[in-house]
Each structure stands twice: as C-alpha cells, then as structure tokens.
C-alpha cells in the first residue's frame, strides 16, 4: 500500500507566491543531486551551470486559455463560476467546473456578458455544459479570465495574461500553466544554446488531471483523467538522437516527464523506436516505485501536499531526499507553487 499521509508537509500560508517575480529568471533554484544527496541553492538565471553537458532541454508548449468566465442563471439572475476544461469533440460542449453546480438545473439557460453567448447544463455528473455556438475561443480571449490557482487569493490582473504563460507558449489548450517553464526568458534560452544544449518542444493540454488531489487513502487507486498531448517529428528525432548519442534528456516540468515516459511506455509497444509523429490521449500516473526511461534531470516547481504532480517528484527524486529538500525549502523560505521558486533534479 502507498499510503497518501506519505505526501502531506505542512507549509507556512506566507509562502504560498501570489504573485510572479520579475524578471522571470530571478527565481530561486534549489539543484538536488540524487548520487550524493547534496542539495544547492542558487538563482535560475544561472541553471546553466547545472545542466549537463550539451543536454536535450524538452519544454511544454502548451498556452494557457483564458478558461474562467461567469455567467448569470436566467431564471433568478445568481452569478455562476465557470473553468472550462476540456472542449469536447464538436466545439459546443466542455467538461467544466462549475459553481454553484448543485443549484442549477439541467438545461437550465446560463447567459454571458455580451454576443448573445448563453449555455445548459447537460450533464450534472460527468460537468458538461453546451454552448449555443461552436466556437468560443474570441470570446475566452475578449472576456476569459486567466485561471489562476485557488491558493492565489486574488482576482487576475493584465499582467497575469502575460506572466501565467511560458514565453514559448504556443499551441491553445491548458487551463493551468505548466509552471516549471514560467522562469525561462527568450534571452536565457538563447543562452543555454549557445552553451550546447538542444531545445526542443512537446505539447501537453493541461486539464483537471494535472491539478485535481488524490483522495484515495492507497494512492495506486487513484485514477488520472486524460490529457491530450502530441509530439513532432523533429522532437522525436532529437530524442531518439540524444539516446543513441548518450545525451542527456531534461524535462522542464511534470507535464513534459509524463509526455516522455507516455513515449517510452508505447515504445516498449512496438517493433520500430518511434513513429513519424505522435499524438493522443495519456493517463499516465507517475508516483514512487515507478522506473523513468526517458527523462535524466527534471526542473520543477513545489508542488502541494497529496497531488500527483508531488507524487512523481517524490518518485523521480527519492521520498527521503525530496522530503529532505522540501523541509530545506521551507526553513529557507522558498516560494511556493505556480508562481513560487523552482527545483531541479539532476
């Protein structure tokens, strides 16, 4: 049994980031090396010191939709929370969460600010809602609200629109960031090429599966939803190039370790290394005793207590010495979560 009580740390609220440092890079980095146990503290801006030599950095291209929106109910006029998760084959249908969920009726007529865009509730149990066109996306972008994180307590700003996305974001499709990458500038990256490293990009549409806690008290029952992800030509060339080479292969966040295991799991599937090109849906659930194939350094944010996103960081990283690292975070007050200080397990 991999007991849940196994994934909880208690942290001060004050360190809990509620806003984005900038410039982006200034970030701390805590660099934990699993052969010695050692861990280092520095700023990310200098990651470049501790990658290793000419490595395959993988990045998350995914761009964060503008995903939360209210709406007013027909009937009595309530104000009704939306976050949009996942479109739905067809275009008029989401898997959403939704408050006050319990209230609303099905097929109950939800109106929105303006272009006569209104919805129903469809399905109460699985949270589908239906919109009266196919499309939403200009209205997501004119009136769609960044979705920040609950633990952020505050409303989003403009500049959220801006720092709650990678500066390579670039195919739509998550509604919470893939937050190891938001300490990357454009001139660091430049700068981590010119020092031999490759950068190359895999997509992951992050949705609830990422950020919903495991509620299981043996966590190897808990179930991830589906995530769409896809990966080009170019990036499984270089990742089948930088294995028959002996480079080393960085993930820059778990949504980018779990597109690569994904990969490595399917390989073992079929009589040829890689196909021409790959896309699909993954459930994958990374937590410890799990055996990595593809991802040699990970780079990641603090994760909160009982996700599965800490759950991989515990499996990729060792429980003892994570534990280890999270308790040195927090004395030397570390930011925390989306928008906190950043890890990198080498």
Not at 58 to 71: C, E, G, M, Q, Y
Request: glycine share 6%; hydrophobic share 40%.
């Amino acid at each position: 049994m991999m007991k849940l009580q196994e994934f909880i740390y208690e942290l001060p609220k004050e360190l809990i980031a509620q806003h984005p440092l900038v410039p982006r890079d200034r970030a701390r980095l805590m660099v934990v090396e699993r052969a010695t146990q050692r861990i280092r503290h520095d700023v990310f801006s200098n990651i470049g010191r501790y990658l290793p030599k000419g490595g395959l950095i993988v990045l998350n291209d995914s761009k964060v939709i503008p995903a939360r929106v209210w709406a007013k109910r027909q009937k009595t006029g309530g104000r009704v929370e939306i976050l949009l998760l996942k479109r739905l084959p067809g275009g008029y249908s989401y898997e959403a969460l939704i408050r006050p969920l319990k209230k609303i009726a099905i097929d109950e007529k939800l109106i929105f600010d303006g272009n006569g865009i209104c919805a129903q509730l469809k399905s109460a149990e699985r949270k589908i809602i239906r919109f009266n066109r196919n499309d939403v996306t200009a209205y997501l972008r004119k009136k769609g609200h960044m979705p920040l994180p609950p633990y952020i307590k505050r409303m989003d700003t403009p500049l959220d629109r801006q720092q709650y996305q990678t500066v390579y974001a670039r195919h739509e499709g998550s509604v919470a960031s893939p937050t190891a990458g938001l300490h990357f500038t454009k001139p660091l990256l430049a700068k981590l090429k010119g020092l031999g490293h490759r950068i190359v990009r895999v997509t992951l549409h992050i949705n609830h599966a990422t950020f919903a806690p495991v509620r299981e008290e043996d966590i190897r029952r808990h179930r991830m939803h589906e995530e769409s992800y896809k990966i080009s030509q170019e990036t499984l060339r270089a990742l089948e190039n930088a294995r028959v080479h002996g480079r080393k292969i960085v993930a820059v966040g778990t949504t980018s370790c779990r597109v690569l295991e994904t990969l490595a799991a399917q390989e073992r599937e079929r009589s040829r290394p890689f196909p021409a090109s790959l896309q699909g849906e993954t459930n994958i659930f990374i937590y410890p005793g799990f055996q990595f194939k593809m991802t040699d350094v990970l780079i990641t944010n603090f994760h909160l207590p009982k996700s599965t996103l800490l759950m991989l960081v515990y499996a990729f990283g060792g429980c003892e010495l994570m534990k280890k690292a999270y308790a040195e975070a927090i004395e030397r007050r570390y930011r925390f979560y989306s928008y906190g200080d950043c890890m990198m397990i080498i």
